[in-house]
């Protein structure tokens, strides 16, 4: 059974620091792993996407790396901003699944001190 | 497009009585998730349709949860008779075909005491 791990659970930086969220997953027979971003009352929004193919994925100040055969994704943020704190969620689809049926982590929850 | 809506967003009920949570997705969009969220368990899928039919409802907790799509803008989540232990966030989301990306809605918050 697909199990997805984030750490750490919450974290705490201060402005312009540059940083790194950890998500680990136990089966590597993955399509692809998503990374998101939940603002606190709404929902989800995707982030990045990289697909079993890829080792990494770039949008802005936002990073995502792949390594599926050890089971692990990494989102960079650099230049951090008081705007980016919220919680990131990383999820997998795994290749046993049915389309579109995602194995969501529980998240991060991260706090960007001005 | 004003996204993916839900209703209601909060609902406070008490056990055994019945809920109904509402989805409209966004216009052209060939399926649609419910998701449930609690601290304990995280983000779970329960249910998703391509094209107004259910595909996958092996996350469906019990008999007590059912979906309906009955057109392409307008889905339903009944909880009933509903439990304490339902308490959760709800989600609605959507996307094209052919496209991973998932539009969510803001979810509906629900307390059953």
């Known amino acids: 059974k697909q199990e997805v791990t984030q750490i750490p659970a919450a974290l705490s930086v201060p402005e312009g620091e540059n940083l790194v969220l950890n998500c680990s997953f136990t089966?590597?027979?993955?399509?692809?792993l998503q990374w998101f971003r939940q603002d606190p009352g709404k929902g989800l929004t995707s982030l990045l996407l990289?697909?079993?193919?890829?080792r990494e994925q770039t949008s802005g100040r936002l990073n995502a790396s792949l390594d599926k055969s050890s089971g692990r994704s990494t989102l960079y943020i650099a230049a951090s901003q008081p705007g980016d704190s919220a919680t990131y969620l990383c999820?997998?689809?795994?290749?046993?699944?049915?389309?579109?049926?995602?194995?969501f982590g529980t998240g991060t929850r991260l706090k960007v001190l001005a | 497009d004003a996204g993916v809506i839900q209703s209601p967003r909060h609902e406070v009920t008490e056990m055994g009585q019945e809920v109904t949570l509402r989805c409209k997705p966004i216009?052209?969009?060939?399926?649609l998730f419910w998701y449930r969220q609690t601290m304990m368990r995280g983000l779970e899928l329960l249910i998703y349709?391509?094209?107004?039919?259910?595909?996958?409802d092996s996350g469906m907790p019990e008999d007590r949860f059912s979906a309906k799509m009955p057109n392409a803008s307008f889905s339903t989540l009944k909880i009933q008779p509903s439990e304490p232990r339902d308490s959760a966030v709800y989600f609605c989301?959507?996307?094209?075909?052919?496209?991973?990306?998932?539009?969510f809605g803001p979810g509906t918050r629900l307390l059953v005491l």
């Open positions: 089966d590597s027979a993955i399509y692809n």
């Open positions: 349709f391509n094209n107004n039919v259910p595909i996958d």
């Open positions: 989301a959507s996307s094209q075909q052919g496209s991973e990306t998932q539009y």
């Open positions: 999820a997998v689809r795994p290749t046993t699944s049915g389309t579109y049926k995602y194995i």
């Open positions: 216009s052209g969009h060939d399926y």
């Open positions: 990289i697909q079993s193919s890829q």
